[in-house]
């Protein structure tokens, strides 16, 4: 029987009534749309509410905290007598924006459809290749929303803001977190790679002294990305006889120059009291080929355990336009992925004679740092 | 506590202000045509406004932008063609009109008279004061500049002689009225280590295409009726599309 290609599961994948159920169901599937740059998804959740967008353009999430100070000493006095007062606390807060983004798109004109359909449905019978060739470039689309947003996450954890200067588009300032100034410190005694350095001493003094500032103990952890961690951090002379000293203690082999590993070096941390457990970051994203990274390489952060933020989005008005106003001659298919927070658009349009195919990926959407008050960034590479 | 912007507060006492004017009545700028047409055409990516005006300003209908990209057709930015018609020069003071529908002249602006083509030279002047009268806006410029009534003042990229036109091309449109209501930020292309994320930047799209009646448009220099794609006289079109 011949395979009829306008009945097909790809065709309709752009169709307008059933396309949308369908384009859904495909981008969800997570044996067709892999989740392949999943940084973000460990830093931060997304957030269950949609931040408006008011008529002036603007779509402004706030974040906002509780300043918590730890009271003092009682004022010794005779009776009657009255006290002093205190200084209020205040919520600090900041508020941000919500950007938009689109991925690269996909168009095919009928012409390059037939020599699609000559290729795949004559030598298979059926549109299954085909409609593994779209989930691979869909998958690409989806990848880059997913490193996108990794890469906004993993600045703003570093730094204190997102600057976005990659791509092909818009570039500039997106937002700054209001973490306070005091907050932004140095290495300690020495820059962590120097061969002297007392890291784990330095480590514990920058958490003592956060604790002594904020009269408050959260649980915290470090966060290092992964070049500082095995370049830095496992070749210390302190972490290395730290680790190598306990393992004799705990009659486990120690050879001379042996290499000081990832689990020895957290089998032990615990054990040096006074710091906090050390977590590896491993993230990078490709901007127009060139490996970047959000995180900046020579910051390791303290923060309290648990997510960083939310992940803040808004409606797509592009979306609202074409469901309200769209013209009916050209045919629109959306369906959201990435937990609700990318819309992918399908369209069918006129090219002469003939229909045209696009695909593009959609995002209004952005990290933002809940727990700013408590996040320090400390820069390795600049001793005090 | 007032905030950094100062757009949220608290004021013990009663505050005395009023706005005014009309919502929903337009003075419709584009041509009206039977027949399918090609103007709500969207560039890739749109982008930032890199001219924004510097304080709570409007953009029309049918007012005009460079939609500039490099030589890749890529990392574009958006100029918006501001114009000024001239009722009276004299020394350093210029009268411009003021009805309602023209762009709002600021403090900093670098004005001059339009060359007669782009890319000609013009001589600018900076913009020191303004005052706004019922129907016109007396600008005090820091240098006497020579101007006749009916001329239109355009933005320079410097101040003083040899200077050029902003705007060094028109391919854009503004579909709908753009209302900009916040202060925006001094300089639009500040690094990641001056970055100012606190006061305003505008992105927008405009369209690839519009017609447009001449004579409802904001004030165009002749440099710009030069670039008029439109075979109808008292049209103004942008984009290819369509033969008149």
């Known amino acids: 029987m011949k395979y009829d290609f306008q009945n097909s599961t790809y065709s309709k994948l752009w169709d307008s009534k059933e396309g949308g159920a369908l384009l859904t169901y495909l981008l969800n599937d997570p044996e067709l749309i892999r989740s392949n740059h999943n940084f973000w998804r460990q830093k931060f959740t997304v957030d269950p509410n949609i931040t408006p967008t008011a008529a002036d353009g603007t779509a402004t999430f706030t974040s906002r905290l509780r300043k918590l100070e730890s009271g003092s000493l009682l004022h010794m006095r005779a009776p009657m007598g009255d006290t002093i ?226 992940i803040r989005h808004t409606t797509i008005l592009d979306q609202k336009m074409y469901q309200k106003y769209g013209s009916n001659l050209i045919s629109r298919v959306f369906a959201k992925t990435l ?46 | 506590m007032a905030t950094k912007d100062n757009y949220t507060g608290y004021f013990a006492g009663r505050t005395l202000v009023q706005q005014r004017g009309s919502i929903g009545g337009a003075r419709s700028v584009f041509v009206k045509l039977q027949g399918n047409k090609n103007e709500l055409v969207f560039p890739t990516f749109g982008g930032q406004i890199k001219n924004p005006f510097k304080g709570r300003a409007k953009l029309y209908a049918g007012d005009l932008c460079e939609y500039r990209t490099n030589d890749n057709g890529v990392k574009p930015e958006i100029f918006i063609l501001k114009t000024y018609e001239v009722v009276s020069a004299s020394g350093k003071t210029v009268k411009i009109v003021r009805d309602g529908y023209r762009h709002i002249p600021f403090v900093g602006d670098i004005l001059g008279v339009a060359p007669e083509t782009i890319g000609g030279a013009m001589t600018a002047a900076t913009v020191v004061g303004v005052k706004a009268t019922s129907d016109a806006w007396e600008l005090t410029l820091d240098t006497t500049l020579t101007a006749a009534q009916g001329d239109v003042l355009v933005e320079a990229d410097k101040a003083g002689e040899g200077a050029k036109m902003l705007v060094g091309n028109i391919n854009t449109v503004c579909s709908c009225d753009y209302d900009m209501l916040y202060e925006p930020v001094a300089e639009t292309n500040l690094t990641e280590e001056n970055a100012d994320y606190e006061n305003a930047r505008y992105f927008f799209t405009p369209c690839l295409g519009g017609l447009m009646y001449t004579h409802k448009m904001s004030p165009i220099p002749a440099c710009i009726k030069a670039l008029n794609t439109s075979k109808v006289n008292g049209w103004f079109k942008v984009g290819a599309w369509g033969n008149f």
């Not at chain 1, 020895?264 to 994203?285: A, C, H, L, W």
């Not at chain 1, 992918?344 to 229909?355: A, F, S, Y």
């Not at chain 1, 008050?373 to 820069?379: A, M, P, S, T």
């Open chain 1, 339 to 384: 937990n609700g927070l990318c819309t992918v658009e399908n369209i069918t349009l006129n090219n002469g004679n003939m229909k045209e195919w696009q695909t593009h990926l959609m995002m209004s959407a952005i990290p933002s740092l809940d727990e700013f008050l408590w996040h320090v960034i400390c820069d390795t590479t600049t001793a005090d």
């Open chain 1, 85 to 310: 007062v205190r200084d209020k606390q205040g919520v600090e807060f900041y508020t941000g924006i919500v950007p938009d983004f689109i991925s690269d798109g996909f168009r095919e004109q009928a012409m390059e459809r037939e020599y699609k359909e000559q290729q795949f449905v004559e030598n298979f019978g059926n549109d299954a290749m085909i409609i593994a060739q779209f989930a691979n470039e869909v998958q690409a689309l989806v990848d880059s929303a997913d490193q996108t947003l990794s890469n906004m996450g993993a600045q703003v954890m570093t730094k204190g803001h997102i600057y976005y200067n990659f791509g092909q588009g818009i570039t500039g300032g997106l937002y700054k977190a209001e973490i306070p100034a005091e907050n932004f410190i140095t290495a300690g005694a020495k820059v962590w790679a120097d061969p002297d350095c007392k890291l784990l001493d330095q480590m514990r003094e920058i958490e003592n002294k956060f604790k002594e500032a904020w009269g408050l103990e959260f649980p915290m952890q470090w966060e290092v990305p992964y070049d500082m961690w095995h370049n830095v951090i496992l070749k210390n002379n302190q972490i290395r006889t730290w680790v190598l000293e306990n393992r004799k203690l705990n009659n486990q082999v120690v050879v001379d120059d042996m290499v000081v590993t990832e689990a020895m070096v957290k089998e032990y941390i615990g054990t040096f009291e006074g710091v906090s457990p050390i977590v590896v970051i491993e993230e990078k994203q490709k901007d127009e080929g060139v490996t970047v990274h959000g995180w900046k390489q020579n910051i390791a952060v303290l923060r309290p355990r648990g997510y960083a933020g939310v």
